[in-house]
């Protein structure tokens, strides 16, 4: 596996968990909004 490809990879990962945990950082701080 060549290195430009293995970087792609790694930033496809990295771009999903980004997501991932930034809308359920928002999912939370809605919930903690709505808890009060």
Do not use: H, L, P, W
Request: aromatic letters at 14%.
């Amino acid at each position: 596996m060549t290195a430009c490809v293995y970087n792609a990879i790694n930033f496809a990962n990295g771009r999903e968990v980004a997501i991932k945990s930034f809308k359920r950082s928002v999912y939370f701080s809605q919930d903690n909004g709505n808890g009060k």
